[in-house]
C-alpha cells in the first residue's frame, strides 16, 4: 500500500540553528499539505500545495517558515531560525486533489524537539 | 486556529461497549470528516461526510451530521483495545473544500 514518507522521524536542533524537513508524497496525488501538531491539540495546517503552486499559507509564520514544491512532487519545509515554541510534530498529508477526493493520507511526521 | 471542538476531551470505556464522541464547529462548511491518531504517529482517515448527507456508516463507525446545530458525532460499536486512540473531527471550507480545520480531539482509552 502507497504510503506519505518523511525524513527525518525525529530532529533534535539548538534555537537559532536552520532545520528542514522532506516528504514524498503518495504518487499521482496533486495536493499536498503540511501541518504543525502540538502535542495534547489537533494539527494546524501550515502550508497547501496543489501541484507546485501555494493555495493557501495563511498559517505559515513567513518571517521564518519556507515551504516548496518545486517540480509538484516531493516537498521541503524549512525553518530558519528555529525558535523554542517551534518544538512539535510536522506532519505531511497528501490527497488526489481536484475535487475527486478530500480524503487526506498522513505520514509518520517529524518530531522536533528546539532546545 | 481550531475549527472544531471535540466532546469528551477524554473517554475511558471497556471493551465491547460503545464509544460515542462528538464535534461542535462554528462555520458553514462542505464536508466533516473523523480521523484516527495513534500515539505519537500519523492520522489515519476514517470516514466522510458531506454537507448535505445526514448519516454514514463504515464498518463498526457510525457518523451523524446536523448542520442547523453545526455538529457531528462518531459512534465506534463494539469497541476493542485496538480502537485506543485519539480521534479528530476536520471540517472542509466551503471555500477551498480540501482545506481542513481539525478539531481539538477526544482521547479514547479501552480496556480489557
Known amino acids: 500500500e502507497a504510503e506519505v514518507a518523511q525524513s527525518p522521524r525525529y530532529k533534535i536542533t539548538e534555537k537559532s540553528q536552520a532545520v528542514a524537513f522532506w516528504c514524498d508524497p503518495i504518487s499521482g496525488h496533486a495536493t499536498l499539505y503540511w501541518y504543525r501538531q502540538i502535542l495534547g491539540q489537533g494539527p494546524e495546517l501550515l502550508v497547501q500545495f496543489q501541484d507546485e503552486s501555494v493555495v493557501d499559507d495563511s498559517q505559515l509564520p513567513k518571517d521564518r517558515f519556507s515551504a516548496e514544491r518545486l517540480k509538484g512532487v516531493d516537498s521541503t519545509l524549512k525553518i530558519q531560525p528555529a525558535e523554542l515554541g517551534d518544538s512539535a510534530m510536522y506532519l505531511c498529508?497528501?490527497?488526489?486533489?481536484?475535487?475527486?477526493?478530500?480524503?487526506?493520507?498522513f505520514g509518520p511526521g517529524t518530531r522536533l524537539t528546539v532546545t | 486556529s481550531q475549527q472544531g471542538e471535540e466532546d469528551p476531551q477524554a473517554l475511558s470505556i471497556q471493551e465491547g461497549e460503545n464509544a460515542t464522541m462528538n464535534c461542535s464547529y462554528k462555520?458553514?462548511?462542505?464536508?466533516l470528516q473523523w480521523y484516527r491518531q495513534n500515539s505519537g504517529r500519523g492520522l489515519v482517515h476514517l470516514i466522510l461526510?458531506?454537507?448535505?448527507?445526514r448519516e454514514k456508516h463504515s464498518g463498526r463507525l457510525r457518523v451523524t451530521l446536523d448542520t442547523s446545530k453545526k455538529s457531528s458525532s462518531l459512534l465506534i460499536t463494539a469497541s476493542r483495545a485496538a480502537d485506543t486512540a485519539s480521534y479528530f473531527c476536520a471540517t472542509g471550507d466551503t471555500g477551498t473544500a480540501s482545506k481542513l480545520t481539525f478539531g481539538t480531539g477526544t482521547r479514547l482509552q479501552v480496556t480489557l
Open positions: 498529508a497528501s490527497s488526489l486533489g481536484g475535487g475527486r477526493s478530500y480524503e487526506q493520507y
Open positions: 461526510i458531506r454537507s448535505n448527507e
Open positions: 462555520t458553514s462548511i462542505n464536508n
